[in-house]
């Protein structure tokens, strides 16, 4: 069974671009969600995919989108890119809607210059 | 709404030592409650869950007891090792919910 990952590991953008960041979920998983951790801070919610539908956002602007795909990895998108973006990307995967039991991949570190 | 608050760190202990990290909580609902930990470059690793009140989550010798009555869920461990420096994240998911709400984490560092 293969745990959960993200692609890359580090990137550098600067002001208004646009980046992408992906997912691979937990083998046998059909959930995946997305958090943005500041630096110093906990993991804030932004929003999951479920059946590659949105089933649930945080309070993040539309700026951050998201898709899930048949196999049900999935890509956070960031547009306008700005410095308070920077911050630790973490998706977690998990099987169902509501459930407690969430696995967490190692992250996306973005720095935006 | 659902928050969590957990202390302020940083925390140093030498090896050996007895640890609490505090953690309460406001949910609507019945939350389940966690204990992550996050090791320097890596990603939040469940440590451990109670989904009800008085369940007592247990692993690697960390423990942590749900309190309805007072919304607390302190984690505790009798001898800290160098090896259990990280941060320590509790967290809270409702019965109804599908986002965790993460405190700010505790940094935790044990000195040999």
């Known amino acids: 069974e293969t745990g959960v990952t993200q692609s890359p590991t580090h990137l550098i953008k600067t002001r208004g671009q646009q980046v992408t960041l992906r997912c691979s979920s937990q083998s046998g998983h059909n959930t995946v969600s997305w958090y943005q951790q500041a630096l110093g801070q906990g993991p804030q919610f932004i929003f999951q995919y479920y059946r590659e539908e949105e089933n649930g956002r945080g309070n993040f602007p539309p700026r951050f989108s998201g898709l899930q795909f048949p196999n049900y990895s999935s890509e956070l998108n960031v547009n306008a890119l700005e410095l308070d973006d920077s911050a630790l990307y973490l998706c977690?995967?998990?099987?169902?809607?509501?459930?407690?039991?969430?696995?967490f991949g190692p992250g996306t570190r973005l720095t935006v210059l | 709404g659902n928050s969590v608050t957990q202390m302020e760190g940083p925390v140093t202990l030498s090896e050996e030592a007895f640890l609490t990290i505090n953690c309460t909580y406001t949910?609507?609902?019945?939350?389940?409650l966690f204990w992550y930990v996050q090791y320097p470059g890596e990603g939040l690793q469940l440590l451990l869950k109670a989904t009800k009140a008085d369940d007592k989550g247990s692993n690697k010798g960390f423990e942590a007891t749900y309190r309805k009555e007072t919304t607390s869920f302190h984690l505790e461990k009798g001898s800290v090792q160098v090896s259990d420096s990280a941060v320590y994240f509790c967290?809270?998911?409702?019965?109804?919910?599908?986002?965790?709400?993460f405190g700010t984490g505790t940094s935790l560092t044990v000195i040999p």
């Open positions: 949910a609507t609902g019945y939350p389940s």
């Open positions: 977690a995967s998990s099987s169902g809607q509501v459930t407690d039991t969430q696995y």
């Open positions: 967290a809270l998911i409702t019965n109804t919910g599908n986002q965790f709400y």
